[in-house]
Nanobody
Framework: VQLVESGGGLVQAGDSLRLSCSAS????????VGWFRQTPGKEREFVAA????????LDSDSLKGRFTISRDNTRDTVYLQIGSLKPEDTADYYC???????????????WGQGTKVTVSS
């Protein structure tokens, strides 16, 4: 199974953006899925996660409020909605799949290549 992120790009501060994560070679609906982000020189940071059925979510305490994770299992896609974007949200955003809904990146064993989000001030 390969994960593919999309939806990144160059946006203005204050804009909203929706990132998507889909899978090829398998069914994403079989997995718990998390979103992480990373900037150069920093650790990959947990953003949010969602259970396979979409009935449970887990949010980063430090980022809670502007990031909303959701999924549409009919489309086999997980989304990350980001509101009121700030320049400090500039990062590569990754989706990851595993069998546990958790903030720990070591528990996810499938990763996408990432999608870059750049927020200009």
């Amino acid at each position: 199974v390969q994960l593919v992120e999309s939806g990144g790009g160059l946006v203005q501060a204050g804009d909203s953006l929706r990132l998507s994560c889909s899978a090829s070679g398998g069914r994403l609906r079989s997995y718990e899925v998390g979103w992480f982000r990373q900037t150069p020189g920093k650790e990959r940071e947990f953003v949010a996660a969602i259970s396979g059925h979409g009935d449970r979510t887990l949010d980063s305490d430090s980022l809670k409020g502007r990031f909303t994770i959701s999924r549409d299992n009919t489309r086999d896609t997980v989304y990350l909605q980001i509101g009121s974007l700030k320049p400090e949200d500039t990062a590569d955003y990754y989706c990851a799949a595993g069998m546990v809904i958790t903030i720990g990146r070591e528990n996810y064993y499938l990763w996408g290549q990432g999608t870059k989000v750049t927020v200009s001030s």
